[in-house]
T-cell receptor, first 114, second 112 residues
Framework: DTEVTQTPKHLVMGMTNKKSLKCEQH?????MYWYKQKAKKPPELMFV???????INESVPSRFSPECPNSSLLNLHLHALQPEDSALYLC?????????????FGSGTRLTVV | DAKTTQPNSMESNEEEPVHLPCNHSTISGTDYIHWYRQLPSQGPEYVIHGLTSNVNNRMASLAIAEDRKSSTLILHRATLRDAAVYYCILRDRETSGSRLTFGEGTQLTVNP
């Protein structure tokens, strides 16, 4: 399995809702990432997990809450979002140490906040 | 991370080679040069990376200038499937678990 699977593919949520994005990989990668991408813009890093520990938080608002329950799963919990948070949310994973083969990205969750 | 400069857009014809340039005049000795591409409606995809020597893989070739201040991604025979945004990224080590920071990239259009 050489994929990063993200669910759901599309999500519409209200500003008072709580929802979660899920990311899964079974490549044995020990680093996992959340990126946010607005239309016609490059992806922007949000969070980095290394060996299930949060290692980088790029000053992301607390309405975004990441969680890494185990080495294969990465969640992004969403609460009280704003319409400007509408974007494509991308998950990625990579090996820690050893031969570098780059990051593997999922196809993303397209989030619309209404 | 040091900054890269790429043209906003480039055009190519199908089955012709494509040379995508990237300038990185402030590159440090420990910066690796990475290339990713993003096809429409997909996440970015790793293409190739290198430090000093030219690199080849099944997708592309990476030519690195002797002074390392620029590099060129070479697609040997462009296909319509190669139409994508190509990102040139510098990263201060080969291992993972650190930042991979995307710039604006080059939008490649491939004409039939």
């Amino acid at each position: 399995d050489t994929e990063v699977t993200q669910t759901p593919k599309h999500l519409v949520m209200g500003m008072t809702n709580k929802k979660s994005l899920k990311c899964e990989q079974h490549m044995g990668h020990r680093a996992m990432y959340w990126y946010k991408q607005k239309a016609k813009k490059p992806p922007e890093l949000m969070f980095v997990y290394s060996y299930e520990k949060l290692s980088i938080n790029e000053s992301v608002p607390s309405r975004f809450s990441p969680e890494c329950p185990n080495s294969s799963l990465l969640n992004l919990h969403l609460h009280a979002l704003q319409p400007e948070d509408s974007a494509l949310y991308l998950c990625a994973s990579s090996q820690e140490g050893g031969q570098y083969y780059g990051y593997t990205f999922g196809s993303g969750t397209r989030l619309t906040v209404v | 991370d040091a900054k890269t400069t790429q043209p906003n857009s480039m055009e190519s014809n199908e089955e012709e080679p494509v040379h995508l340039p990237c300038n990185h005049s402030t590159i440090s000795g420990t910066d690796y040069i990475h290339w990713y591409r993003q096809l429409p409606s997909q996440g970015p995809e790793y293409v190739i990376h290198g430090l000093t020597s030219n690199v080849n893989n099944r997708m592309a070739s990476l030519a690195i200038a002797e002074d390392r201040k620029s590099s060129t991604l070479i697609l040997h025979r462009a296909t319509l499937r190669d139409a994508a945004v190509y990102y040139c990224i510098l990263r201060d080590r080969e291992t993972s678990g650190s930042r991979l920071t995307f710039g604006e990239g080059t939008q490649l259009t491939v004409n039939p």
